[in-house]
């Protein structure tokens, strides 16, 4: 299995190898080039930063440091991460747009935060990997919900975060349409018990549907 068809079928096993041969360093990296533990800037004073740490912050509130089962955690975004849904709204545009971190704004005219896009350098090569695992998990994984003749072709990705003690959190997040993207959604329902395709895909399904529809 590849790097396509392990983001179709959503294959932890896969990218727990991927994460522990990359190493947890690298995972840190990536994941602060995409916004993940800082806010984004948008307009509202009450965002969280959610969370990523390393093995200073690790050392500092646990008194241990990093291991390696904190990279395999990390790699399928487990473990001490926290992210908000509009952090993984800028992460799916940066894959929409061909590889620039966004500041979201609520503003129309808000003509700064148009202009705060950051290339997070990431290889063409890259961006097609990521384009075509996204788009393979609504052709023929687990993101069948947006597979709808309503909907120009789409791509995405479920995800589904154990949130002991409670049930599992389901997400999913996307963008369309998949050739010249024009919108990217993400649903996050919290404690749902259900899988990010079955729960959260249907929904921004819906939000799509929505826009295109009048946007015709």
Do not use: C
Request: glycine letters at 16%; zero cysteines; proline letters at 6%.
């Amino acid at each position: 299995m590849g790097f396509v068809g392990a983001m179709a079928w959503s294959s932890n096993t896969f990218f727990g190898q991927i994460g522990r041969g990359v190493g947890g360093k690298t995972l840190i990296e990536w994941a602060r080039r995409y916004g993940f533990g800082e806010k984004t800037g948008i307009e509202l004073s009450g965002e969280s930063s959610g969370l990523i740490v390393d093995d200073a912050w690790k050392r500092k509130n646990y008194n241990w440091g990093w291991t390696v089962g904190d990279t395999i955690n990390m790699s399928i975004g487990q473990g001490f991460t926290l992210g908000t849904p509009l952090q993984s709204s800028v992460m799916f545009s940066a894959v929409a747009n061909g590889g620039y971190r966004v500041k979201p704004h609520l503003l129309k005219n808000n003509q700064d935060a148009i202009k705060g896009r950051v290339s997070i350098n990431m290889k063409p090569s890259t961006i097609q990997t990521l384009r075509r695992g996204l788009r393979a998990v609504v052709t023929g994984g687990t993101g069948a919900a947006l597979r709808v003749p309503e909907l120009p072709p789409a791509a995405g990705k479920s995800g589904t975060a154990e949130a002991p003690p409670g049930k599992p959190h389901a997400w999913f997040g996307g963008f369309a349409p998949y050739d010249k993207p024009e919108i990217a959604v993400v649903a996050f329902v919290e404690h749902s018990g259900g899988g990010g395709g079955s729960v959260a895909g249907p929904i921004v399904r819906q939000v799509m549907e929505a826009y295109f529809k009048h946007n015709k």
